[in-house]
């Protein structure tokens, strides 16, 4: 930098008076100092710095005698170990921070730093990390982390948080890491207990009621479920309290609330208290089905190849292996669930032969105005109905897809605007005609080895509803509200359907407490199974 700026000196001398000079000279010492300063600060804070530049940083350097990025990736070498304990001690450094625990954040920052030290002269030197290197280091960090958790830092927090700074950083890299995909199903699975404690309860209702059962077995076959004359809503969750949140908030600002229909199906885990729950609650007079993901039998193996994948050694190895499960608290259930049920959204036409039109809904939304206009919407001859997101940040297509692989580059253009799934409306009849399910089939075939995409359901939706997407004014659906802190007030009110995405869900303490009431007003508290659960 300096040798730079004398080096633009020279002829300039010649032509300006010295006073000029001097000015300028202070500017320019001015200017080095400066950057000096933002790049010392930057190195103080190295949390900030997303992860993923760090670890190719260190790959750069890695020489003949050594591959420093299968070491990093084998399990039992000490650099893995340390990098591990790195990312556990970054987030518990955000959470420290969060909680005003200063000194706690500085001392787990040095170790930090002592660690990546370490690593990267392992790399330059090209020769793999001794017992003895790594040992210190990593007891301090572990012990440092041990302090972390004792501070009631509890499991769920911990994930949640992880979780969405890595999205934070992700915004910043723009890059998708596989591994923020997996502490987001982390996330979902660590429900606080409060909702564990709602699940168990219903579920206790439900087994040992047969008389909900009966009831639920004669609303089955009501002719309103298939009745085209009705609006129709489905949502796909194993989360009860989130579930009724939508229902409800639908039917509480919906001007007809009896004319609609809500088809709701979770895994076999929730489904008994997801039906004790709606059994039990009056919604309006609104009809609504659950059902069970595990009793689809056409959802096979040979049928979706989603669901092969879901179920193949090595892509689970892929998805789950990596993942830390610290004392063993809030276990993986079986992750198939989780995924089919995020991948239903792909067949509805299959699970509602006899439907024409449908709202699709996530979880994690709350309805705010009347829905049914949706119904009337002119698509254009399109299959689905998606609120645009390219408006405020980078959704394109290349921010989701590798475009470095001609079957992506050849089809598609990179620019194309992203849209948001949560509040869709699909025209079932189109759907069919297009062949919609087989395109999704196609491009989840294609990306077996994981190259076009990592996980979700966003990019192979993209791929699917590409040309068939027709963008919808963004005030029916508002996103963000889980992560961003900033939505205008206005934009909330006008919003038709706001959307808790991002990490902060509003049933989780990390919720942001200037959304979280659009969310809790849909919800009785004063219901006896849900005061218990709280308060004990
Ligand atoms: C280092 O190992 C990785 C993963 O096994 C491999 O992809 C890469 O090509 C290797 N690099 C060199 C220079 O051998
Ligand atoms: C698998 O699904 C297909 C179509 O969805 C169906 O025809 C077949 O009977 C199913 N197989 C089993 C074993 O259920
Ligand atoms: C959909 O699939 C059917 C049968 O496989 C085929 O006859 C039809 O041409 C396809 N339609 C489109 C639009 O691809
Ligand atoms: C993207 O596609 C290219 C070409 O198939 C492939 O070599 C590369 O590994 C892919 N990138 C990722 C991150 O999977
Ligand atoms: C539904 O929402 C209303 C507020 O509109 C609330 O009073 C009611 O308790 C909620 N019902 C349930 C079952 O949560
Ligand atoms: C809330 O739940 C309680 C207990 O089930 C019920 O008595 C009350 O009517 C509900 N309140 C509303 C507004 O739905």
């Known amino acids: 930098m300096r040798r730079r700026a004398a080096e633009y000196r020279r002829p300039v001398r010649k032509r300006v008076s010295y006073w000029i000079w001097g000015i ?44 420093f990025t299968e070491e990093i990736l084998s399990v039992t070498s000490y650099a893995r170990q340390l990098a591990d304990q790195i990312t556990l001690a970054k987030a518990y450094v955000i959470i420290a921070k969060e909680q005003n625990n200063l000194q706690l954040a500085w001392e787990l920052s040095s170790k930090i730093r002592n660690c990546q030290l370490l690593l990267s002269e392992a790399a330059m030197r090209g020769k793999p990390i001794k017992l003895d290197e790594a040992r210190p280091l990593a007891e301090g960090l572990s012990s440092l982390i041990y302090k972390a958790q004792d501070a009631h830092y509890d499991i769920a927090t911990t994930i949640v948080t992880m979780k969405s700074h890595i999205q934070a950083l992700e915004e910043r890299a723009n890059v998708a890491t596989v ?75 919906a001007d007809h609330p009896k004319q609609l229909v809500f088809h709701v199906v979770t895994n076999g885990i929730s489904y008994g208290a ?30 979706s190849p989603v669901m092969k994948q879901l179920l193949d050694p090595e892509a689970r190895a892929y998805y789950f292996g990596l993942s830390q499960d610290p004392k063993g608290e809030g276990k993986l259930r079986n992750p198939k669930h989780l995924s089919l049920l995020n991948h239903l959204r792909f067949y509805i036409p299959e699970l509602y032969p006899s439907l024409e039109k449908v709202v699709f809904l996530d979880d994690d939304v709350v309805v705010q105005k009347d829905l049914t206009p949706l119904f009337s919407l002119d698509l254009h001859g399109n299959v689905n109905g998606a609120v645009e997101t390219c408006l405020e940040a980078f959704h394109r297509y290349y921010k989701y897809l590798n475009f470095s692989n001609p079957v992506i580059s050849s089809k598609f253009d990179p620019q194309a605007c992203g849209w948001a799934f949560g509040m869709n409306v699909f025209d079932l009849i189109l759907w069919k005609k297009a062949n919609v399910t087989a395109r999704y089939h196609y491009w989840q075939e294609q990306n077996r080895e994981r190259t076009l995409w990592k996980l979700g359901t966003l990019p192979p939706g993209l791929l699917t509803f590409y040309g068939l997407t027709e963008p919808l004014d963004r005030r029916w659906h508002v996103l963000g509200l889980g992560y961003d802190l900033n939505i205008d007030n206005r934009l909330i009110e006008s919003a038709a359907v706001v959307h808790f995405n991002g990490n902060m869900k509003p049933w989780l303490k990390l919720a942001i407490g200037r959304y979280k009431h659009l969310w809790e007003r849909y919800v009785n508290h004063s219901h006896p199974y849900l005061h218990d659960c709280i308060t004990s």
């Open 24 to 67: 300028l000279g202070l500017f320019l010492f001015s200017l080095v100092a400066l950057l000096l300063f933002v790049f010392l600060h930057n190195h103080e804070n190295p949390i900030q710095q997303p992860h993923s530049e760090k670890i190719t940083r260190s790959e750069h350097f890695h020489n003949e005698g050594l591959n």
């Open 274 to 303: 997801m039906q004790a729950w709606f059994l039990r609650n009056n919604f309006k007079g609104c009809t609504i089905e659950v059902q069970n993901i595990d009793e689809f039998s056409w959802l096979n193996i040979s049928y």
């Open 179 to 253: 591994q923020s995909a997996i502490f987001a199903q982390l996330a979902v699975e660590a429900l606080p207990k409060s909702l564990h404690c709602l699940n168990i309860r219903l579920t206790y209702d439900w087994l040992r009621n047969p008389d909900l059962q009966e009831v639920s077995n004669e609303k089955r076959n009501s002719p309103r479920l298939v009745d085209n004359n009705l609006y129709h809503f489905c949502v796909f969750s194993d989360n009860v309290i989130a579930t009724s949140a939508v229902v409800n908030s639908t039917v509480s600002n």
